[in-house]
Nanobody, 125 residues
Framework: QVQLVESGGGLVQAGGSLRLSCAPS????????LAWFRQAPGKEREFVGL????????RYAESVKGRFTVSRDNAENTLYLQMNSLKPEDTAVYFC??????????????????WGQGTQVTVSS
């Protein structure tokens, strides 16, 4: 399995923006769908967004649609999550994940087989 590393988390005020990045510590994930999930304290891990291999397919959770954008740069072997208009309820640990196949387009964690350690995002009110 590919080991993934997230970066870019931090503390931001409500209404602010952050950009998360994810890259494999070795190998490549350019041939697989990729996704972002998040987990708040005491809650289950929830789907945030995903992107297909070419970037032609993107899906988002309703709670982030219109505010968050998933993108990828296959040449740089990097996945991004641009988060705008952040709200306190976006506070969570954010994880990137690699799909089991190039066509893993669902929102369930079991469709993804490699995960990062997570990066904390805290939005203050």
């Amino acid at each position: 399995q590919v080991q993934l590393v997230e970066s870019g988390g931090g503390l931001v005020q409500a209404g602010g923006s952050l950009r998360l990045s994810c890259a494999p510590s070795s190998g490549t994930f350019s041939r697989y769908s990729l996704a972002w999930f998040r987990q708040a304290p005491g809650k289950e891990r929830e789907f945030v967004g995903l992107i297909s291999v070419t970037g032609g397919v993107k899906r988002y959770a309703e709670s982030v649609k219109g505010r968050f954008t998933v993108s990828r740069d296959n040449a740089e072997n990097t996945l991004y999550l641009q988060m705008n208009s952040l709200k306190p309820e976006d506070t969570a640990v954010y994880f990137c994940a690699k799909g089991r196949t190039p066509w893993s387009f669902g929102n369930s964690p079991d469709q993804f087989d490699s995960w990062g350690q997570g990066t904390q995002v805290t939005v203050s009110s």
